[in-house]
């Protein structure tokens, strides 16, 4: 079975994304990206949105920080919503 994110080339996935860096930003940032992956995350759009916007400078960790934690909120509070009501 073949893996869809071998070889790592989130450039050639989204290269809309990487299209307003220079080759030299862009190996950086895939470098950056693949530590992870050799780790085990398997990228998303995103993900990598978010990547780059923090290496760019355009957010800030705590900006990204709050709003990861806002979306595990959300998705905590849908969960409840959704989950079948106990039987006692």
Same mark, same amino acid.
């Given at each position: 079975?073949?893996?869809?994110?071998?070889?790592?080339?989130? $450039?050639?996935?989204?290269?809309?994304?990487? !299209?307003?860096?220079?080759?030299? !930003?862009? !190996?950086?940032?895939? !470098? *950056?990206?693949?530590?992870?992956?050799?780790? *085990?995350?398997?990228?998303?759009?995103?993900?990598?949105? $978010?990547?780059?916007?923090?290496?760019?400078?355009?957010?800030?960790? $705590?900006?990204?920080?709050?709003?990861?934690?806002?979306?595990?909120?959300?998705?905590?509070?849908? $969960?409840?919503?959704?989950?079948?009501?106990?039987? *006692?």
């Amino acid at each position: 079975m073949s893996d869809p994110y071998f070889p790592f080339r989130p $450039d050639l996935w989204w290269p809309d994304l990487f !299209e307003p860096l220079s080759p030299a !930003e862009r !190996e950086e940032l895939i !470098e *950056g990206l693949a530590v992870n992956w050799h780790e *085990g995350w398997v990228p998303n759009r995103a993900d990598v949105e $978010d990547y780059l916007a923090l290496t760019a400078g355009t957010t800030t960790l $705590d900006e990204l920080v709050q709003r990861y934690r806002d979306q595990a909120t959300a998705r905590r509070a849908a $969960d409840r919503a959704s989950a079948p009501a106990a039987r *006692g």
